[in-house]
């Protein structure tokens, strides 16, 4: 039938299911914290418009976090339905973390959710407000655990392995808080907050070009503008932490990212080549003499590790791992050029008067997403050919399916998730499409205005469904 | 220091979030299942999905927890009956997919498309029960282990039996909805909820009473179980439980009680499931692995256990709470949208 086995369907179904995954909370954990934020600045500050553009936020996350949700239940399901022999001999060390992250994780925002999306009349404001930041927690929290298990599958420490074949845990400490973690975790949740802030400022950024005086888009887009000139900096430092940790810990994956196939001493940084494992060389390159040395290395004659110096078959797929980085690297740069023209705006007192930041603002929207994406990408086709690096491969750990009933609901989650997911990012975009505005009940002003244009209460109340 | 049974705690542990799931979901999916039967224009759909909409999530938590705990403390079970159930436990995923958007994107679609969204959410409820219950009933008949892995093949989990387990959790189910909204709703709603109860009452036990019967003769070890030895006082002690259960029930709705005909219907889904928890005691996955067989090592038992003392009455707490917050009968205007 297809030249194609049933462990390469089972690996496009994981990556499938879980890439839609990572979508949702990227934007969740850095949208719930955005919340909690404003919810804190209206009860301090006893501002309307706190609490205005709360209650605009609120409703987008209740669309998005729900898509989370189910796509999470299937992740908890897709390591034994097709990563069997992985998870019987690893779920000794992952599966306790992944315990813990339900528990104080999932639980958490579960219970709190209810009463942050429906109890605002039901509880005083300083209790929904503590709901709110349960829900924030347990998206920092849901991370923390997650990205320690992934981590571990990078850079695993603290284990033996027993004569099962088991991985069993020797040293909690060093399991969780192994080498590529703290540097994975703070990468994640800097990148969660991009992601999220970039959303709210195209959406600021999309109101005010209709009506600079929105005070409310002018909130959104003040503050994402502030997130993305400070924060990007510090993700760029970040990620170059992170990029030095994975040198000493996985140089192949390194080498896969720098295009190198050869050991180089003061190696060039490759801006952009055509990676080919078959010929073992980098192709129509373009190249800055000793600069990737200087980053990696931070040294002039710093050697840089070349495929060559691994085992072909314990090469990844140089191709996915060298183009996913420059394009998450390329999403950094516009988020820290959208960062520092900001600044610029922000210090002559023309924020809100640029048109041209504001477009750029909207189109930068989705900027976040991409480098998620991307950035997985890399790290997880990275990894290959292991699923826990250099002690267990990714062709020893599936599970025993035939290639008909992967192939068979693969193409059930690809309809389903396109159909109904994408439904759910098209009335996102919707409930963003519309302005915010103040409260009815309380900003009188906004109503006046409103009920002097001919229709416009009307068409105020149909959409507000 | 006392010498605790690690793998045996955590057998229970995992049989009460299972348990949890059942009892919690179970409500919320019976509500979905019951969505066709009441009419589009009478507004009581609006009054069905906001009973549950603040709490579905945290339900649903429960399965998320039976199945990462599975992989946590028993890996080997995980690794084998995933795999063995594949179709029904993606079907499943798929249909807690459908119904779990419907929440929210029923209010977000216009008045024209909003009956999809009941729709998603009753074929998706209906979905997702139904392969719940095949799972349990494949799980019944035992599954084919070697060397540490399954070894069957993908349509091994279909029978006569599988699709009577699943279509007896779909009346189940059923029941529980029905009775979270007497308990819940008013006026019109609350009558046809009555009638609902009733109805899926009586189909429950007759299906209880089928199930039961059929299962001794799946495997010697269940007849066993139940119709010799010491087990024969549990064989007389269920049945009389459930038959007090069942008057509970019928005289509750018969005499308009709201919350009695709700709990009546979780003591006979708890029976059942002391039930199944005899038959399969002390193997995990019948017919050949035991608790004990395939438990993770006492070192991950131990590290687990420790913050699920903690957690696990916190997690209590905080959902019984939430409960508390939204007590009381629903109305029309108890959704924020």
């Given at each position: 039938?297809?030249?194609?086995?049933?462990l390469?369907?089972?690996?496009?179904?994981?990556a499938?299911?879980?890439?839609?995954?990572i979508?949702?909370?990227?934007?969740?954990?850095?949208?719930?914290?955005?919340?909690?934020?404003?919810e804190?600045?209206?009860?301090?500050?006893?501002?309307?418009?706190y609490i205005e553009v709360?209650?605009?936020?609120?409703?987008?996350?209740?669309?998005g976090?729900?898509?989370?949700?189910?796509?999470?239940?299937v992740m908890?399901?897709?390591?034994?339905t097709?990563w069997?022999?992985?998870?019987?001999?690893?779920?000794?060390?992952i599966?306790?973390?992944?315990g813990?992250?339900v528990?104080?994780?999932?639980?958490?925002?579960?219970?709190f959710?209810?009463v942050?999306l429906?109890?605002?009349?039901?509880?005083g404001?300083?209790l929904?407000?503590?709901?709110?930041?349960?829900?924030?927690?347990?998206?920092?929290f849901?991370a923390?655990?997650?990205?320690?298990?992934n981590?571990?599958?990078?850079?695993?420490?603290?284990?033996i392995?027993?004569?099962?074949?088991?991985?069993?845990p020797?040293d909690?400490?060093?399991?969780?808080?192994?080498?590529s973690?703290?540097?994975?975790?703070?990468?994640?949740?800097l990148?969660?907050y991009?992601?999220?802030a970039?959303?709210?400022?195209?959406v600021?950024?999309f109101?005010?070009l209709?009506?600079?005086?929105?005070?409310?888009?002018r909130?959104?887009?003040s503050?994402?503008?502030w997130?993305?000139?400070?924060?990007?900096?510090?993700q760029?430092?970040?990620?170059?932490?992170?990029?030095?940790?994975?040198?000493k810990?996985?140089p192949?994956?390194?080498?896969?990212?720098?295009?190198?196939?050869?050991?180089?001493?003061?190696?060039?940084l490759?801006?952009?080549?055509?990676?080919d494992?078959?010929?073992?060389?980098?192709?129509?390159?373009?190249?800055?003499?000793?600069?990737g040395?200087?980053?990696?290395?931070?040294?002039w004659?710093?050697?840089?590790?070349?495929?060559k110096?691994?085992?072909?078959?314990?090469?990844?797929?140089?191709?996915l791992?060298?183009?996913?980085?420059?394009?998450?690297?390329?999403?950094?740069?516009?988020m820290?050029?959208?960062?520092?023209?900001?600044?610029?705006?922000?210090?002559?007192?023309r924020l809100?008067?640029?048109?041209?930041?504001?477009?750029a603002?909207?189109?930068?929207?989705?900027?976040g997403?991409?480098?998620?994406?991307?950035?997985w990408?890399?790290?997880e086709?990275?990894?290959?050919?292991?699923t826990?690096?250099?002690?267990?491969r990714?062709?020893?750990?599936?599970?025993?399916?035939?290639?008909?009933?992967?192939?068979?609901?693969?193409?059930a989650?690809?309809?389903v998730?396109?159909t109904?997911?994408?439904t759910?990012v098209?009335y996102?975009?919707?409930?963003?499409?519309k302005?915010?505005?103040?409260?009815?009940?309380?900003?009188?002003?906004?109503?006046?205005?409103?009920?002097?244009?001919t229709?416009?209460?009307?068409?105020?109340?149909?959409?507000?469904? | 220091?006392?010498?605790?049974?690690?793998?045996l705690?955590w057998a229970?542990?995992?049989?009460?979030?299972?348990?949890?799931?059942?009892?919690?979901?179970?409500?919320?999916?019976?509500?979905g299942?019951l969505?066709?039967?009441?009419?589009?224009?009478s507004?009581?759909?609006?009054v069905m999905?906001?009973s549950?909409?603040?709490i579905?999530?945290?339900n649903?938590?429960?399965?998320?927890?039976?199945?990462?705990g599975?992989l946590?403390?028993?890996?080997?079970?995980?690794?084998?009956?995933?795999?063995?159930?594949y179709?029904?436990?993606?079907a499943?995923?798929?249909?807690l997919i459908?119904?779990?958007?419907?929440?929210?994107f029923?209010?977000?679609?216009?008045a024209?498309?909003?009956v999809?969204?009941?729709?998603?959410?009753?074929?998706?409820s209906?979905?997702?029960?139904?392969?719940q219950?095949?799972?349990l009933?494949?799980?019944?008949?035992?599954?084919?282990?070697?060397?540490?892995?399954y070894?069957?093949?993908?349509?091994?989990?279909?029978?006569p039996f599988?699709i009577?387990?699943?279509a007896?959790?779909?009346?189940?189910?059923?029941?529980?909805?029905?009775t979270?909204?007497?308990?819940?709703?008013?006026?019109?709603?609350?009558?046809?909820?009555?009638?609902?109860a009733m109805?899926?009452?009586?189909?429950?036990?007759a299906l209880?009473?089928?199930?039961s019967?059929?299962?001794?003769?799946?495997?010697?070890?269940?007849?066993?179980?139940?119709f010799e030895?010491?087990?024969?006082?549990?064989?007389?002690?269920?049945p009389?439980?459930?038959?007090?259960?069942?008057a509970v029930?019928?005289?509750?709705?018969?005499r308009?009680h709201?919350?009695?005909?709700?709990f009546?219907a979780?003591?006979?889904?708890?029976?059942c499931?002391?039930?199944?928890?005899?038959?399969?005691?002390?193997?995990?996955?019948?017919?050949?692995?035991?608790?004990?067989?395939?438990?993770?090592?006492e070192k991950?038992?131990h590290?687990?256990?420790?913050?699920?003392?903690?957690?696990?009455?916190?997690?209590?707490a905080?959902?019984?709470?939430?409960?508390?917050v939204?007590?009381g009968?629903?109305d029309?205007?108890?959704?924020?949208?």
């Amino acid at each position: 039938m297809f030249d194609i086995s049933a462990l390469d369907l089972a690996r496009m179904q994981f990556a499938f299911t879980v890439s839609f995954h990572i979508i949702f909370p990227a934007f969740s954990i850095g949208l719930a914290s955005y919340l909690a934020v404003l919810e804190g600045m209206w009860l301090w500050k006893k501002e309307d418009r706190y609490i205005e553009v709360f209650n605009y936020w609120k409703t987008i996350f209740a669309v998005g976090f729900g898509m989370g949700v189910v796509s999470g239940i299937v992740m908890a399901y897709q390591f034994g339905t097709n990563w069997a022999v992985f998870s019987d001999k690893a779920g000794p060390v992952i599966g306790p973390l992944m315990g813990y992250e339900v528990m104080s994780a999932f639980f958490l925002e579960a219970g709190f959710l209810g009463v942050m999306l429906f109890g605002q009349k039901r509880v005083g404001p300083r209790l929904h407000f503590f709901a709110t930041l349960m829900v924030a927690v347990g998206t920092l929290f849901s991370a923390f655990w997650i990205l320690s298990v992934n981590s571990w599958m990078q850079t695993p420490t603290g284990h033996i392995i027993n004569a099962a074949g088991q991985f069993v845990p020797d040293d909690w400490f060093n399991v969780i808080f192994n080498p590529s973690f703290p540097y994975r975790f703070v990468h994640m949740v800097l990148a969660a907050y991009l992601t999220t802030a970039f959303v709210v400022g195209a959406v600021g950024g999309f109101h005010l070009l209709r009506d600079k005086t929105n005070k409310h888009a002018r909130l959104m887009f003040s503050m994402a503008m502030w997130m993305a000139a400070i924060v990007t900096p510090c993700q760029m430092l970040a990620g170059d932490q992170q990029g030095l940790n994975t040198l000493k810990h996985q140089p192949a994956k390194i080498a896969a990212i720098e295009g190198h196939y050869e050991n180089v001493k003061g190696a060039p940084l490759v801006l952009f080549g055509i990676p080919d494992n078959e010929k073992a060389e980098l192709l129509y390159s373009i190249e800055v003499p000793r600069l990737g040395s200087v980053i990696l290395t931070h040294s002039w004659d710093g050697e840089l590790p070349g495929l060559k110096s691994f085992p072909r078959e314990d090469w990844p797929n140089t191709f996915l791992v060298f183009w996913s980085f420059r394009i998450m690297v390329g999403m950094g740069m516009i988020m820290l050029l959208v960062g520092l023209w900001s600044l610029l705006r922000r210090s002559q007192g023309r924020l809100y008067d640029d048109v041209w930041l504001k477009r750029a603002a909207v189109a930068a929207g989705p900027v976040g997403f991409v480098a998620v994406l991307c950035g997985w990408i890399t790290t997880e086709a990275g990894r290959q050919p292991w699923t826990i690096y250099g002690l267990l491969r990714t062709a020893d750990s599936a599970s025993p399916l035939s290639g008909a009933e992967v192939g068979a609901t693969l193409l059930a989650f690809i309809l389903v998730y396109f159909t109904l997911f994408g439904t759910g990012v098209y009335y996102m975009l919707r409930l963003m499409a519309k302005p915010p505005a103040a409260a009815r009940e309380t900003a009188t002003t906004s109503l006046k205005r409103a009920s002097g244009l001919t229709g416009a209460p009307s068409t105020l109340d149909q959409t507000d469904r | 220091m006392l010498e605790f049974d690690l793998p045996l705690i955590w057998a229970a542990i995992i049989a009460f979030a299972i348990l949890a799931y059942v009892s919690l979901d179970g409500f919320d999916l019976g509500v979905g299942i019951l969505f066709p039967l009441v009419p589009e224009k009478s507004g009581h759909r609006d009054v069905m999905m906001n009973s549950v909409a603040p709490i579905w999530d945290g339900n649903e938590t429960w399965l998320v927890l039976g199945g990462g705990g599975l992989l946590a403390v028993f890996p080997l079970a995980y690794a084998v009956v995933l795999p063995a159930l594949y179709l029904p436990i993606i079907a499943m995923l798929l249909g807690l997919i459908f119904r779990g958007v419907a929440f929210e994107f029923r209010w977000r679609a216009s008045a024209r498309n909003r009956v999809w969204w009941d729709r998603s959410f009753a074929f998706g409820s209906l979905l997702a029960t139904f392969a719940q219950g095949v799972c349990l009933g494949a799980l019944i008949q035992g599954i084919e282990v070697v060397d540490r892995s399954y070894a069957g093949g993908c349509l091994d989990w279909l029978s006569p039996f599988s699709i009577l387990t699943g279509a007896s959790l779909v009346v189940g189910y059923v029941l529980l909805g029905a009775t979270w909204l007497v308990m819940k709703t008013e006026g019109e709603l609350q009558g046809l909820a009555r009638k609902f109860a009733m109805v899926s009452g009586v189909g429950t036990l007759a299906l209880i009473g089928i199930v039961s019967i059929a299962t001794p003769f799946l495997d010697a070890e269940y007849h066993h179980r139940w119709f010799e030895g010491g087990n024969l006082v549990f064989s007389i002690v269920v049945p009389v439980l459930l038959a007090i259960c069942a008057a509970v029930l019928f005289l509750g709705l018969k005499r308009h009680h709201d919350i009695r005909p709700f709990f009546a219907a979780h003591g006979i889904f708890l029976l059942c499931y002391i039930g199944i928890g005899i038959s399969f005691y002390p193997r995990m996955v019948p017919p050949d692995i035991t608790i004990w067989a395939a438990a993770a090592p006492e070192k991950s038992l131990h590290f687990l256990i420790v913050g699920t003392v903690v957690l696990v009455p916190i997690i209590l707490a905080y959902t019984i709470y939430s409960y508390w917050v939204f007590r009381g009968k629903v109305d029309k205007s108890g959704g924020y949208h």
